[in-house]
């Protein structure tokens, strides 16, 4: 219902492609989020506690080392893979399990 009330197919794409789907809500990415990338993980988000949803590294980071989230790691349903591929969203990146 959400994605229906966006302007155009582009901003759907757009919202999905800074979404994730993890204990069964979607999170659209609105902080530092953006600024991660998908690799080996050395930072990992935290689901409940003080900050729901934050993000907290699970290692000394090097000034100017990458922070990196195993976006395979988050919970991919049906329907949200079907939406993603829908309105094309980059979806094809990474493995999603069980796809």
């Known amino acids: ?3 229906a ?3 155009s ?3 759907r794409k757009d919202w999905l492609d800074h979404c994730y789907h993890s204990g069964g809500t979607v999170n659209y990415i ?3 989020g953006k600024l991660v990338n998908h ?3 050395n930072i990992r988000v935290v689901e409940d506690g003080p900050h729901p949803l934050s993000s907290y590294a699970i290692k000394d980071i090097k000034k ?3 922070l ?3 976006y395979g790691s988050y919970e ?3 329907w949200f893979v079907d939406i993603c591929y829908e309105f094309k969203a980059d979806m094809d990146y990474f493995d999603i399990p069980g796809q």
């Open 64 to 66: 100017g080392e990458e």
């Open 76 to 78: 991919y349903p049906a």
């Open 5 to 7: 009330t966006l302007d």
């Open 39 to 41: 690799g080996e993980q």
């Open 30 to 32: 609105l902080d530092c």
């Open 68 to 70: 990196l989230d195993d």
């Open 1 to 3: 219902q959400f994605l």
């Open 9 to 11: 197919d582009r901003c």
